[in-house]
């Protein structure tokens, strides 16, 4: 919708600068729509931990529905909106990364080869490989700090810009600069699917 809005109405086509902007666009809105909540969810889900010693132990979450229950519960609704601040800065950030590596290679791809009137599928993987990364490579301190926000529960009287400071000094300070790059290739790899999606954007 973005990147149709932003074409230009002559010629159809999208400026460089506008491609960017549509996957800000897009970013922020999968994450306050979608994203946010759900990895809110997810985090604890996957982090919990079960004793394999005590076969009867049940784990904290069930399921996801029983997680959600359990969060609105015991800490109310807008606890799903935990690290909505960062949230769509990251998606923003890496989908803009995203389109816009995607169409300056395929663009420097049919540069050189100027007979083919689509590249060939493995091309587009690479291309897309390459686009996929540029993304979590850009805001990996972003998503860092963004995941143990969201892990960690709300201290009273603590906004979310104090806690997010807090972790960020925290991290700087007990592990040091890679920290904020734990995870990079795992993140890259799990964005890699997206490229199917973002090769329909482009040729749209």
Not at 16 to 43: D, H, Q, R
Request: proline share 6%.
């Amino acid at each position: 919708m973005y990147h149709r809005r932003l074409a230009d109405k002559q010629t159809g086509k999208t400026s460089i600068g506008n491609i960017f902007i549509a996957g800000l666009g897009a970013g922020v809105t999968e994450a306050v729509a979608i994203v946010t909540p759900m990895e809110v969810v997810k985090i604890p889900l996957q982090a919990q931990q079960h004793s394999l010693a005590d076969p009867l132990e049940a784990p904290r979450y069930r399921n996801a529905g029983h997680a959600v229950y359990t969060i609105i519960r015991e800490e109310g609704i807008s606890t799903l909106y935990r690290g909505v601040s960062l949230t769509p800065l990251r998606q923003a950030t890496n989908q803009g990364a995203n389109f816009t590596a995607y169409q300056e290679i395929k663009k420097l791809a049919h540069k050189y080869q100027p007979d083919l009137v689509e590249l060939p599928s493995y091309q587009h993987m690479m291309i897309g490989l390459i686009s996929g990364a540029m993304g979590p490579f850009s805001n990996a301190p972003i998503d860092t700090i963004k995941t143990r926000l969201q892990k960690a529960k709300a201290t009273p009287g603590q906004s979310s810009f104090q806690r997010i400071f807090a972790i960020a000094a925290d991290m700087w300070k007990m592990e040091g600069v890679r920290s904020f790059y734990k995870g990079i290739t795992p993140a890259c790899c799990a964005w890699h699917p997206g490229r199917r999606s973002c090769s329909r954007f482009m040729n749209a």
